[in-house]
């Protein structure tokens, strides 16, 4: 019974926090609401007797990416940056689309069917442990997507210190360039 409300409890917090950080007006409430959805995450993995997938959710989710919203918000001027108009000119109307968005993904839910079962059963993950078994599975069978993932954050990590750099050699002339010394500032900043 137990297991049923914890699953229950972390579900609703999950909703909720969800929920809440994309409706409070506050920036560092709303990432605050995205830790506490973060962490509810992890209760559920813990639910699920995925104590590796809890850990990571926790160190890389609540700790790193959490730091990195936090830093973002605390360098962005929020106050003069450039406020573009609604996509939909009125609130209710994003309500109303929303909602119709939401009947129709719960109305395909029936539709779904499971997929094939894998090799690994419950005894297997049992006597194998969960890391081994996500290991396993990870750089055997899906190694060729896990490659290309890394590629593809290599190339990001690549194409932002291009441009930073872009960025800062452009502004060393600060007279001499084509750049004023108006906008070097402002790119510092």
């Known amino acids: 019974m137990f297991p049923q409300l914890f699953f229950g409890y972390c579900a609703l917090m999950i909703v909720a926090s969800g929920l809440l950080a994309i409706s409070l007006r506050n920036s560092v409430h709303c990432v605050l609401m995205v830790l506490v959805l973060f962490f509810h995450m ?3 993995y ?4 995925a104590e590796l997938l809890a850990a990571v959710q926790i160190i890389v989710y609540a700790g790193a990416i959490l730091v990195l919203y936090l830093f973002v918000l605390f360098l962005v001027n929020l106050r003069e940056e450039l406020h573009l108009t609604a996509f ?4 209710w109307l994003g309500r109303i689309i929303a909602t119709g968005l939401a009947v129709g993904l719960i109305a395909v839910i029936p539709a779904f069917t499971p997929g094939e079962k894998g090799e690994w059963t419950v005894e297997a ?3 194998a442990t ?3 078994a996500l290991g396993q599975e990870m750089f055997t069978i899906y190694l ?4 290309i993932a890394g590629l593809i954050l290599l190339v990001a990590l690549i194409g932002g210190l291009v441009l930073a750099r872009r960025d800062e050699d ?3 002339g600060e007279g001499g360039g084509s750049s004023s010394a108006a906008d070097c500032k402002e790119a510092r900043r």
Not at 46 to 49: A, I, M, V
Not at 144 to 147: A, H, V, Y
């Open 130 to 132: 969960h890391t081994k």
């Open 88 to 91: 939909v000119p009125n609130a």
């Open 42 to 44: 992890a209760g559920l």
């Open 144 to 147: 060729l997507p896990f490659e």
């Open 125 to 127: 993950i049992r006597r």
């Open 170 to 172: 452009a502004c060393e």
């Open 46 to 49: 813990l639910t699920l007797n």
